[in-house]
């Protein structure tokens, strides 16, 4: 079992900038990708960004290209995502995800954390 805990969410104004952060710990994989997702209501969940481990790619979804940046220290098992500029559509719940190597589903995912973007 791996457990995710995410922190860093909350009430910031458009344009503004936040930093979510998410520290895994018990089972630990040797190559494995982290990830965040968010559900908007009334919304289904959809992918964010994610780092795979091997060669440290990085994958984003359109929508947050150039304004998010994900990052992780792997000394501490934690994943960042650094989120600039952001609009009222990015208010969501972010969750963090794990899953062992470089495709295939997320199998843990974290308790989310709420951003809210006001306009």
């Known amino acids: 079992q791996v457990h995710l805990v995410e922190s860093g969410g909350g009430l910031v104004q458009a344009g503004g900038s936040l930093r979510l952060s998410c520290a895994a710990s018990?089972?630990?994989?040797?190559?494995?990708?982290m990830g965040w997702f968010r559900q908007a209501p009334g919304k289904e969940r959809e992918f964010v960004a994610s780092n795979r481990w091997s060669g440290g790619r990085t994958d984003y979804a359109d929508s947050v290209k150039g304004r998010f940046t994900i990052s992780r220290d792997n000394a501490k098992n934690t994943v960042y995502l650094q989120m600039n500029s952001l609009k009222s559509e990015d208010t969501a719940i972010y969750y963090c995800?794990?899953?062992?190597?470089?495709?295939?589903?997320?199998?843990?995912w974290g308790q989310g954390t709420q951003v809210t973007v006001s306009s």
């Open positions: 018990g089972r630990t994989y040797s190559s494995y990708t």
């Open positions: 995800a794990v899953r062992a190597g470089d495709s295939g589903p997320f199998g843990f």
